[in-house]
């Protein structure tokens, strides 16, 4: 069995982009940050790891550019994944919003949408969509933004799909490994 670290945890947009590329028979493991993916596939506790680069609206992610720097891993392939963001909460209802959650690029990458929609309402950073989407589900007046995975995962209700400002929303995420060579 393959195994594949990837930022996560769970049902985040980087876990899609490694289900996309690997397919679903493989051992998916999250790590907490994008450092974690690097060094276990450097220390060569997993062959491969996927980690985002760049979005079409929110730019490039510089802690991944970063760890190119020190680490011996090579880019071994590259997913390119429409995103599309859902606002969820627990109940699904929209009056009961009093605080959103969600990753500083699905934040922004739903800016305009937040302004018009929910134009008072406090936004907090998580450190993914994914973490986002648990904190909604510990909180009854607490929404995410976050995928449709992640409503399934932490049985979320989708108040409105579809929010982020652009239809035309893509990260290219890389996929790393010791070996340089498509996988």
Known sequence: ELTVVYFGPQA?????????HFGRSIRALPKENIQ????????????????????STEGI????????IDSNV???????????????????????IRTIYSHPQALGQCRQWLRK????TPLVETISTA????????????????????AHLYDLEVIES??????????????????IGEK
């Open 74 to 96: 090579k880019i071994c392939g590259e997913v390119l994944l429409r995103i599309s963001h859902d606002l969820l909460s627990r109940s699904g209802r929209r009056e009961e």
């Open 162 to 179: 579809r929010i982020e400002d652009y239809a035309h929303n893509y990260t290219r995420f890389l996929v790393i490994g010791k070996e």
């Open 12 to 20: 985040t947009y980087t876990h899609l982009a490694c289900l996309d």
């Open 131 to 150: 973490k986002a989407a648990q904190k909604a589900a510990e909180d009854s007046q607490a929404a995410a933004i976050a995928s449709s995975l992640a």
């Open 36 to 55: 974690d993916v690097f060094e276990t596939v450097d220390k060569e506790k997993a062959p491969y790891g996927v980690v985002p680069i760049e979005n």
């Open 61 to 68: 992610v510089s802690r991944t550019l970063d760890m190119f």
């Open 117 to 120: 929609n929910f134009p008072q």
